[in-house]
């Protein structure tokens, strides 16, 4: 008797074409390819430094809404990672190139929209919902960045946080969320499940506007 795909599975099958959009954008091939600009990467550092902050207070909402302290524990060391390795990228990166984020574009609607709308929808929705938000955004970054991580990159930062993200402790929060989310939708109806379906794509567009938006300033 052959096993059921799970519920993230599944998600992925149902979402291959925006999946795959995400997996072989220009932001991404350029890096594989070794021709990433200079200033795109530079803006992206600007746009996702932002983001990263934002992401702390998400996960802050998915601690809060957590259902046990098991799952708050982990949470919580998320949030110091989050906290701690990867503003400090940010900090020392770009101290480093030089780049100031009042030289660069903030705020571009596609970035705006991404970040907003993940922090709405943990504001006010459910610790399902919140483990889709990630599980979408961080299994999709771990898959490209485990790719590239292969590839000849001059650019040491530029290498420094593909890495990052191919690395154990960012595999195993991919991993752990895929893994909570698949036990949270398995407790839900099928409407909720499909709501979830919805709002993962939602996710995995918004991901590829956020991309898109680096080049366009």
Known sequence: MSQQPSFTDRLLSENQGVWQAMQQHRFVTDIEQGILPTKVFNQYLVFEGDFVATAIEIFSYAVIKAP?????????????????????????????????????????????????????????????QILTLMFGAEWMYYHWCKRVSQAEIADADVKEWVVMHAEETFINQASWLKVELDKCAATLGEAQQVQLSGLYAQVLQWEIDFHSAAYLS
């Open 68 to 128: 046990d302290i098991t799952h708050r524990r982990w949470l919580i060391g998320v949030l110091d990672a989050l906290a701690n390795e990867q503003i400090a990228y940010f900090e020392r990166v770009m101290a480093h190139r030089a780049v100031t984020p009042e030289s660069y574009v903030r705020g571009a609607p596609e970035v705006y929209r991404f970040s907003q709308g993940m922090l709405r929808v943990a504001e006010t929705g459910s610790y399902a």
